[in-house]
């Protein structure tokens, strides 16, 4: 949403569930469930915070929020899709919608990239507190 304009921000959503249910029709789902499933496979688990210790700064992974979670995810579906080629940014949201439900696209490499990267700095988590 920009400038606070939330019924263009509700036009764009719900348009872009529209162009899902019509993009996949053979799919027993629905467009919401669709959604909620894409924003599942794209929420991460972990992620690293910059930790000062002595000189040296760490990558501790830490678990993130509950409500951080949603907040992350639903972002980086924004970013991805803001990025996408395409006409409408409904048609964007909507292909970016697809590809998180089918496990890739931009959002789902950059939980994978944050996944990787807390696992890669796993020596580091004692420092977390």
Known sequence: MYDGKKNTAYT?????LETVKSK????????????KKALENIT???EVK??????ATFQVPTEIRPDRKESISMKNLIIF???RGGKTMSDKLAAEIVDAFNEQGGAFKRKEDMHRMAEANRAFAHFRF
């Open 12 to 16: 764009i959503f719900y348009s872009a």
């Open 44 to 46: 991460p688990q972990v």
């Open 24 to 35: 996949m029709p053979n799919e027993e789902k629905t467009a919401l469930e669709i959604w």
């Open 50 to 55: 910059s930790r000062r210790v002595g000189g």
């Open 81 to 83: 899709a803001r990025k």
